[in-house]
């Protein structure tokens, strides 16, 4: 047996920087923004749906519809559903933060009536898949390692091994019957959109971290080989996560201060909002704010002087 213990080890290190950092960070609620746009686009790529992040902030900054809503029609799920689950899986109830990012996301866009909308049959077809997995990976760990992790997951996906409708009955032209072989979806994404939640529940996170969803498309059944792509998975995404971090605390460093604005100004928030969804639109950001569109342009205004006179 192969000895992975530094990886592990350095893996477990990361988390815990990126984890710990989080608790203090003035940026943590964008950094959660954008870390749940990155796990979204990760997950699509593991359902055999790629689309990128840019391509989420244009729907949920109201520029297009869901990606590939049309050109997807024979994608194995509609992007809205899979959205709505990733979204869903990063439980709320022990982080306020995450709930309040939650909250401003499905004020732009929320999630549960696009799913509707778009994809009902998929969220009849994998609801109850989803549902069966987050319980399995919220219960109580025996360890807090990457093993009862690896064996969680494992055990997981095995429960979804049965296949997800009857094979169909075919009759030919002379009166002869057979049964076609039931197709078998690939639920590894399903297992894969909930592993935040299993890292915090087995108390390796003290959060949900979005982004570390990134488990490919065919999850092993070795417990040692998938502790290793746990922990280089946990190791990547955790120093991403750190720079990630440190662009958006320096951007926000770099925010004009001297905004000639009252307390009760909504400047600051716009500007914290724009670095969460670039290229918010102006009534998405009225929507938010809960002021007019004339409103909105006069704090954008506002921010530009200030912009300019700190050389920004």
């Known amino acids: 047996m192969r000895d992975y213990s530094s990886e592990r080890d350095r893996a477990l290190l990361m988390l815990g920087r990126l984890d710990g950092r989080l608790v203090n960070s003035p ?3 964008i950094w959660l923004a954008r870390s749940r746009l990155k796990g979204a686009a ?3 790529s593991s359902a055999a749906i790629p689309i990128t992040v840019t391509e989420l902030e244009d ?3 109201g520029r297009r519809p869901p990606p590939r809503h049309s050109e997807g029609l024979n994608d194995p799920l509609s992007v809205a559903a899979l959205v709505h689950f990733a979204l869903s899986a990063i439980g709320t109830e022990h982080d306020p933060v995450a709930r309040a990012t939650l909250n401003i996301s499905r004020t732009l866009l929320d999630d549960r009536k696009e799913a509707q ?3 009902p049959e998929d969220l009849v077809r994998f609801g109850p898949a989803w549902r069966a997995v987050q319980e399995a990976l919220e219960a109580p760990y025996p360890t807090a390692t990457l093993e009862a992790v690896a064996d969680r997951l494992i055990a997981a996906r095995a429960q979804l091994e049965a296949p997800v409708a009857a094979g169909q ?14 197709r078998r979806s690939d639920l590894d994404w399903v297992v894969a959109c909930h592993l935040p939640t299993a890292l915090r529940s087995c108390g390796l996170a003290l959060r949900n971290l979005p982004s570390f969803v990134d488990l490919g498309r ?3 059944e070795d417990r040692d080989v998938l502790v290793q792509q746990l922990a280089m998975m946990i190791a990547r995404q955790a120093v991403e996560g750190l720079r990630e971090l440190d662009r958006i ?5 770099r925010m004009p201060s001297d905004l000639e604005v009252t307390k009760r100004s ?7 909002l724009e670095l969460a969804y670039p290229g918010l639109s102006r009534t998405a950001a009225a929507r938010l704010l809960g002021i007019s569109h004339q409103g909105v342009t006069k704090l954008i205004a506002q921010i530009s002087v200030a912009a300019g006179r700190t050389g920004d």
């Open 249 to 253: 605390e320096q951007r926000l460093r």
């Open 59 to 61: 729907w949920i900054c």
């Open 42 to 44: 990760l997950l699509a």
């Open 27 to 29: 940026a943590a609620d």
């Open 117 to 119: 909308l778009w994809a």
């Open 218 to 220: 065919f999850l092993p």
């Open 266 to 272: 909504k400047a600051p928030l716009l500007m914290r």
């Open 169 to 182: 009955l075919l009759t030919t032209a002379d009166g002869r019957q057979f049964r076609i072989d039931p």
